[in-house]
């Protein structure tokens, strides 16, 4: 955005100022619409043109009969142009700007203090005065980002502005999306001011909408059979983990795949043919090769790793599948554990579909990094990946980022605390297995499984509550969360009609 807004000031030759009055004016309307306590502001501002914005909102309030606070919290020898000419503004009608942050009774504290460009800590004066700003009794609105919070990637920057309300310019930037950025956010409202972002749009995060979703819905024809729909090998539960395995393969099968096989570990059998009857189920004790060649032979596809552990039987199970298999494959949990410990193994997947699942851990491990420098690049970081190892990577997070190798990055909105239970990740996986089978668009599958999967635990939290929901309540919401689309799918034909 910080590239765009030169584009648009430079290139397209749009004052700056005039990108500041919009920005000011959009701030106010939202305050307006929202019917907010605007009969003790004040407005907080530092030296960049976040400040000018400041400054330019408590002129308009002004002018609208409001008597807001103005303080200035930044270096006034370091001001920009606009910010002095808002400054000379607000003063020529006399209004006072107060040297640092007064705190007193607001109704509302309007945060200007930095913009997106922040990539630095805060510390000393300035950490205070974000201190006491939150801890002001009045609504918290802050302009574009909150003080604090990298535009980038979300995270932290010593400490940040707690907002109510953040209304953004032009787009909404991916640090107000992510944890731990989207809980300081609050209400995040787009206000489009003029910026062109047609040079760095490909640079962007796509967000999906119902429509995009629904155009990747796989087609059910009634010409068909079990065939039609695919052949899925799971490949998952170690002893004593045969939780792991059905949840894959009842996810995968309320999603639509024709056949499931699951192979597992031999004291697994006996519970997965009582709990999963429309399932094959293969074992075994020991590795063996000649078995296993003969089921990837079978499959049309496979997700391989849900609660296999990662002993040395697990490890050749994994490098032959990758190996032998033609894949496309659905990579998870322990999988990518023992992908981490033989790097070598990816080598494998050289011209082949797959899709890996990783949570912050298990992405670290595949990196060899820590889980903190993962957060604070987890943009970078996966577009890289994604692109170096012609995977699809779902990075699982409490907003999960999706890669996709030749045609960027999706961030996913669907999704819940109240999912955050053991087997949760395991329904996911037999979610995109049963759509890859289907269908053999990774980006498809990817896309789709992880909104799926994400709607089937807002459904489910609808249903239990914010404590109560388990990865088996996520199976039994498969079902209406495809009917949302397909609703959705057959009211616009209706309109179109």
């Not at 914005?53 to 200035?72: E, H, N, S, T, W």
């Not at 009045?138 to 302009?143: M, Q, R, S």
């Not at 797959?354 to 670290?364: C, F, V």
Request: negative net charge.
């Amino acid at each position: 955005m910080s590239r765009a807004d030169r584009y648009t000031i430079e290139t397209l030759g749009v004052p700056s100022l005039n990108l500041m009055e919009r920005a000011a004016e959009g701030c106010v309307q939202v305050m307006t619409e929202k019917n907010l306590d605007l009969s003790a502001p004040c407005v907080v501002c530092g030296s960049g043109n976040n400040g000018g914005d400041g400054f330019a909102i408590a002129r308009i309030l002004l002018k609208q009969g409001y008597q807001p606070v103005v303080c200035m919290v930044g270096n006034k020898d370091h001001c920009s142009k606009e910010t002095e000419t808002q400054m000379t503004a607000l003063t020529d009608r006399g209004v006072r700007i107060l040297d640092g942050y007064v705190p007193g009774k607001y109704s509302i504290v309007i945060d200007a203090v930095f913009g997106v460009g922040l990539n630095r800590e805060i510390t000393g004066t300035y950490q205070d005065v974000i201190r006491q700003m939150n801890a002001s009794s009045g609504l918290k609105f802050a302009v574009d980002v909150p003080s604090g919070i990298s535009a980038d990637s979300g995270t932290v920057l010593g400490t940040a502005f707690r907002a109510d309300i953040t209304v953004t310019f032009q787009k909404k930037k991916t640090g107000l999306m992510l944890s731990p950025g989207r809980s300081y956010a609050g209400s995040v409202i787009p206000w489009k001011i003029g910026i062109s972002t047609d040079p760095v749009c490909h640079e962007g995060i796509y967000l999906m909408d119902r429509k995009d979703y629904q155009a990747m819905l796989p087609v059910r024809s009634e010409d068909s059979h079990k065939g039609t729909f695919g052949k899925l090998l799971i490949i998952a539960g170690s002893k004593g983990m045969s939780g792991a395995a059905y949840l894959n393969a009842m996810a995968a099968y309320l999603t639509g795949a024709g056949l499931v096989q699951i192979y597992t570990e031999e004291t697994n059998r006996e519970i997965l043919q009582t709990l999963a009857p429309e399932a094959i189920v293969s074992t075994y004790r020991s590795y063996e090769q000649q078995k296993l060649l003969e089921l990837l032979s079978w499959a049309d596809a496979v997700c391989i790793g849900s609660g296999i552990g990662t002993s040395e039987v697990s490890a050749k199970i994994l490098k032959s599948t990758l190996e032998k298999g033609k894949g496309p494959f659905v990579i998870d949990a322990d999988g990518l554990n023992l992908l981490a410990e033989h790097p070598e193994y990816q080598e494998f997947l050289a011209g082949k579909t797959a899709i890996l699942t990783p949570h912050m851990k298990e992405m670290s491990r595949l990196l060899g990094s820590s889980i903190s420098e993962l957060q604070k690049n987890r943009v970078d970081v996966l577009r890289s990946f994604t692109e170096n190892h012609a995977v699809t990577c779902i990075l699982k997070d409490a907003r999960t980022l999706i890669g996709i190798p030749g045609f960027g990055l999706v961030l996913n909105t669907t999704g819940n605390a109240a999912m955050a239970k053991g087997g949760s990740g395991d329904v996911l996986a037999g979610i995109l297995a049963g759509l890859l089978v289907q269908q053999k668009d990774s980006k498809s599958a990817a896309c789709l499984g992880t909104y799926l999967h994400g709607r089937c635990g807002d459904l489910a939290r609808e249903e239990k509550g914010p404590y109560s929901v388990l990865a088996r309540d996520l199976l039994e919401h498969i079902g209406p969360a495809f009917g949302e689309l397909i609703e959705y799918c057959s009211k616009e034909k209706e309109e179109w009609i």
